[in-house]
């Protein structure tokens, strides 16, 4: 028996850790790749209903404990990303989430709506990026430009609807309960955080966007807080995700509530590997720790 296999709203994965939107996740030569490496489950870069350019460079800067990244939702528009999809999914049969954003209701909707159309097996709404104007957080920090964007997608599309939230709020189970009632099958938590880098030869932000998204292993400790006041808010299940970089983050994740994972900044540091290491790690400590399968120990942290 797979000890890893898990089902998160509606759709099986054949191990819990996925690509996190982001990286690798423009062409379907990446994805197809990614899915190649091991990974359970595909989320593509944040898509558009129109193609974008993104910020002018430096957009993204390491600094001790993970990257700062300003892309500025750089993608090609739902239009021609849509060719990208159908080319995944005649290629390799791991589930496959369209990321989402919009500047309205309606885009998302639409953008939605056209994902799916071209093969998407779920969506993931990003209404959390850290640092592009007039979309992500701003959407996702306001309750009621929230309900009306899940709503709208809902009524729209009859494939899964992942809400991917930021830890940027005040009370971000306050947010997840607020998606689920408007329609959301799954919470991702969390995307990046609101930092910056100052160079201090010149004085200078390095991002030419000055302010970015931190991620990597300084964010973890507030991923698992994340997940963990989530899991204890809403009854559907939550994407784990936030500077998981070996096994053993994927675990914390999981026993915090995370129904599976996912990784973005971690390919960065080790390459596509951590696909194979990491299901490798959780499949030895649930046998070590005698249980039968990873989903015994979803949230386990709440009941012990
Ligand atoms: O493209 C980006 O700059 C970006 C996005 Br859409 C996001 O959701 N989170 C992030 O850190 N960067």
Redesign the pocket.
Known sequence: MNCLEVEVAGLKFRNPVLLA??ILGMTAESLIRVAEAGAGGLVT??IGLKPRK??PNP?VVQVSCGLI??????NPGIKTFSEEIREVKRKVKVPLIV?V?GYSAEEFAETAKLAVKAGADAVEL?V?????EGT?EEIGQNPELLKEVVSKVKRRISKPIFV?LSANVTDIAQLAEIAVKAGADAITAI??VRAMKIDIKTGRPILANRI??L?GPAIKPIAVRCVYEIYERVRVPIFGCGGILNWRDAIELILAGASAVQIGTAIAVKDLEVFRTIPKGIEKYIRRKGFGSVKEIVGLSHRL
């Not at 990244?69 to 750089?74: D, V």
């Open positions: 939107a982001g870069k944040s993104g910020f957009t990244n300003a892309m500025g939702l750089p990321s954003y990003n959390s990026c850290p640092h592009v992500g991917k995307n990046t970015g998204g991620s």
